[in-house]
């Protein structure tokens, strides 16, 4: 009996202490249960902004795009040292923008005070609780490092930060931020060789070409919306050997600076007064061991016998020629402009320009080796319309040129021959015109404003979020 009491009194402890950890273990249980749904959680949710960070990324690449200097400004003048930054920018520091969706310069500013902007914040089919699911991204900070005299501008160092909030619950890891730093170069955006396109328009719809018409080059098209029509003439006379490549928006390049205004080319030149019309024996001077002569006239009206020179020999040179009114050049018997071996004509208009030869005459000539870069024209305009161009006529040998009106619309007729490039608003050609590819140094039209370019990115790290 007292043996059967003592275990009796022994088992109630036992049960009690079976129980006791019984219980623990429960506890245990739910706690890891517990955090392991708030890590499961948290690692979701991370994900989820790193998700929205790298669509930041991504929107941010688009806006270099749409507004190319940026890459060259720093976001803020606490990050780095420039002018403008991307809080005191404006929409004339910005230009040239893309031609379809331009970045203005208060969408710049905002994302520079670092206000935070739903991923997918356009689209008006999503409420705000989805889009709130979907997360929301920031500009950090953006900084441009210059870097040596190159085709490399710099480097540009881009910080955004992504975050989400999780469906229900208000604790603090239920809102997750992450940060994402990536590195690029920032390129002058020169383009090389192969990349130059012989034809270049922007306006595809107001440009043709008849069947006659041979382009035995590379084409670029920047329309935001390609007609398929005109795309479909241009490129059925474009030999398979060349590319066409549709660049909807790329800006133009911008066109020399100095040749805006006649800041840097005083009156008329007082040996020719003015104008350069019909002189016969015409020959811009320079002066003794200079390599640059600059001009300004009225107009330039070559025609019959007419002829002008443009260096000698024995001085190479550039000439810098600014035309304030309209260039009529026409070859009679003669061709109307011979550019001397090694020199350099450079004309900027600001009026319409005619260009015509004939089967054996062309309207500029080069001697010694011909090159594109040898004969420039850039066409200037203080409205959208810009002057008319027109080449007709040079059946023989082709003309050697650069031709770059980008407001304009250039006109080929007559069997009229271009070896070399024409960049315009739009361009028609009739009449078995041809523009032949020719091999030229994008480094030698350093009269161009080539608008920054970036890299694909160079370097991706994640940082802790803030």
Request: include cysteine; charge should be neutral.
């Amino acid at each position: 009996m007292n043996s059967s009491t003592a275990e009796k009194g022994f088992v109630l402890p036992v049960a009690m202490g079976v129980g006791l950890i019984a219980i623990l273990l429960g506890v245990i249980v739910v706690a890891r249960s517990s955090q392991n749904r708030i890590t499961a959680t948290a690692q979701r949710e991370t994900a989820r902004s790193l998700a929205a960070a790298e669509t930041g990324i991504t929107q941010f690449q688009s806006l270099f795009d749409r507004a190319r200097p940026l890459a060259t400004f720093c976001s803020t003048g606490t990050v780095c040292v420039t002018t403008p930054t991307w809080q005191t920018a404006t929409n004339a520091n910005l230009a040239p923008k893309g031609i379809c969706n331009p970045a203005a310069a208060a969408e710049v500013q905002g994302y520079a005070i670092s206000q935070w902007k739903y991923v997918d914040d356009d689209n008006p089919t999503k409420t705000l609780e989805q889009k709130e699911r979907d997360g929301q991204f920031r500009l950090h900070s953006y900084a441009f490092t210059n870097a040596p005299a190159g085709t490399q501008l710099g480097t540009g160092t881009l910080i955004v930060e992504g975050r989400v909030n999780a469906e229900g619950g208000t604790e603090s890891y239920r809102t997750s931020t992450t940060r994402i730093k990536v590195e690029f170069n920032v390129n002058d955006g020169r383009l090389t060789a192969g990349q130059l396109p012989g034809l270049w328009v922007q306006n595809d719809g107001a440009s043709s070409a008849e069947p006659t018409v041979v382009l035995n080059t590379n084409i670029r098209n920047s329309a935001c919306t390609p007609n398929t029509t005109q795309v479909s003439q241009l490129t059925a006379l474009a030999p398979s050997a060349y590319r066409y490549e549709a660049s909807a928006g790329e800006p133009f390049p911008t066109l020399p600076q100095q040749g805006r205004s006649t800041a840097d080319f005083g009156t008329p030149t007082s040996s020719l007064p003015g104008n350069i019309i019909n002189d016969s024996t015409g020959v811009l001077p320079i002066a003794p061991g200079a390599n640059i002569a600059r001009y300004r006239v009225s107009s330039i009206n070559l025609s019959g016998t007419s002829t002008l020179t443009v260096g000698n020999v024995s001085q190479p040179a550039t000439y810098l020629v600014y035309v304030e009114g309209d260039i009529n050049i026409s070859a009679g018997s003669v061709s109307a402009v011979n550019v001397a071996s090694g020199s350099k004509l450079i004309i900027y208009a600001h009026g319409t320009v005619s260009l015509t030869g004939n089967s054996s005459v062309l309207p500029i000539a080069q001697d010694g080796t011909s090159s594109p870069e040898n004969a420039q024209i850039y066409v200037y305009s203080a409205t959208p319309s810009g002057p008319a161009v027109s080449i007709s006529n040079n059946t023989g040998a082709p003309i050697d040129l650069f031709l770059f009106a980008p407001q304009s619309q250039v006109t080929m007729a007559g069997g009229a021959r271009v070896r070399g490039m024409i960049w315009a608003n739009s361009w028609v050609g009739t009449g078995g015109a041809q523009i032949i590819q020719s091999s030229i140094d994008a480094m030698m039209l350093d009269q161009i404003g080539f608008l920054p370019r970036i890299s694909p990115v160079t370097s991706w790290q994640r940082q802790s979020g803030s």
